[in-house]
């Protein structure tokens, strides 16, 4: 019967004494309760592992910092929150002197001003500097600050629970927190690998305005200008930087092109046409096959940078959608620049009579769509034109 019934012990009437039926009730309680605190420490590590995963999947510091807030408010159930990036104060190891930037907050600190002139001016201001000074995180009582930092960030965390923290939730807040500091460390690593495909970038950008009349300003521009389209485009964040440092590649394949075609003082006839044309593909294909965020964007921009909205454009023939959207935004903001800038062949182009164009084009040569909102914008580009003006 203990066996089919799951019954743990059986007393018989003539050996049940009022202390030992007291004795049996309070160790079987006891044992409910440590069978109620494994469950939830089981139930609250498998929280931990997942609100990790949902943290790692975000590569970028404010992406990165944003999802591990909504995670521990999950974890611990608070309201009033703030998050606080103080990767500029990595080196005071002991006193905060200057401003201090807000990233997020929520509950009663969701409307706060994103920068505070000084530390003093934070509510729990003492709390963060013996954070600081002690270089970990305090949870006592209702006032928690996770403390976060790597080699080139520093993160706090500051939640206001209803009460004091129950060891549980002290414990796995803790576990939390080392995942952060590994997941910090990870965006130091992606920060690194980013930083040597922007060197290799503009290493080989260098080479281009070697052996074209192009100045470095036409790719910066040209850059500026895919990042704005981008952001009004509503790309993401990621995406943004991504078309950034990617897009002066869009014209490495030149290298390829003879400097009898390429700086050619006039018109090209069919066959050198033919030959600047090719320049498109080459780029792709040199680019191409790398596994590198920067250098995959590049080849796509490259090989689709020339490619029309109603197909007529090289090197396939793509069509509306087909085209990359990275390659749609370059399209607009290469002809832009190319059309106020001078050239070896040209003299550049009265800006009504670009802004003209470029209108004409709507649907022929470029997304639709991204004509409106560079129209709409249009001061907004012609204040990085006049930033990065050539000089005379």
Not at 103 to 116: A, D, I, K, V, Y
Not at 170 to 180: A, I, Q, R, W, Y
């Amino acid at each position: 019967m203990i066996r089919d019934y799951d019954i743990n012990d059986y007393k018989a009437k003539t050996e049940l004494t009022a202390q030992k039926l007291y004795t049996t009730t309070l160790t079987a309680l006891r044992a409910y309760e440590h069978i109620m605190i494994l469950e939830r420490s089981k139930v609250g590590m498998e929280q931990v592992v997942t609100a990790t995963k949902n943290v790692m999947d975000k590569l970028g510091f404010a992406a990165f910092t944003k999802a591990a807030l909504e995670q521990i408010i999950t974890l611990i159930n608070v309201t009033d929150t703030m998050l606080l990036d103080l990767s500029d104060h990595l080196y005071e190891s002991t006193k905060l002197t200057t401003h201090i930037r807000t990233l997020g907050g929520t509950g009663r600190f969701s409307n706060e001003q994103s920068h505070f002139n000084s530390p003093s001016d934070l509510p729990f201001s003492d709390l963060l500097h013996r954070s600081i000074a002690q270089g970990e995180s305090i949870l006592e009582g209702d006032e928690i600050l996770i403390y976060c930092r790597s080699e080139h960030y520093a993160v706090v965390f500051y939640l206001e629970a209803e009460g004091a923290l129950a060891d549980l939730d002290k414990h796995l807040l803790e576990v939390f927190t080392e995942n952060l500091v590994v997941g910090l460390k990870n965006i130091d690593l992606n920060d690194q690998m980013k930083s040597s495909q922007r060197e290799v970038i503009y290493r080989l950008t260098e080479v281009v305005e070697s052996r074209s009349n192009e100045t470095g300003f036409h790719v910066k521009r040209v850059a500026r200008y895919c990042e704005l389209l981008a952001k009004l485009y509503g790309l993401s964040e990621e995406q943004c930087e991504t078309i950034l440092f990617a897009s002066p590649l869009h014209d490495i394949g030149k290298v390829g092109i003879p400097d009898r075609v390429l700086n050619k003082p006039g018109k090209l006839d069919e066959e050198e046409w033919s030959v600047m044309q090719t320049h498109a593909q080459c780029g792709e294909n040199m680019l191409a096959g790398s596994d590198l965020t920067l250098l995959d964007a590049g080849a796509t921009i490259a090989g689709t940078h020339h490619e029309r909205w109603d197909g007529t454009g090289y090197p396939n023939g793509l069509t509306g959608t087909q085209i990359p959207i990275y390659g749609r935004i370059c399209a607009l903001a290469d002809i832009f620049d190319a059309l106020c800038s001078k050239r070896c062949y040209k003299e550049p182009w009265d800006l009504d009579k670009v802004f003209e164009y470029i209108e004409s084009e709507s649907g022929k040569f470029f997304d639709p769509t991204l004509v409106k909102l560079f129209l709409d914008n249009r001061e907004r580009f012609l204040a990085i034109k006049e930033e990065l003006r050539d000089e005379d």
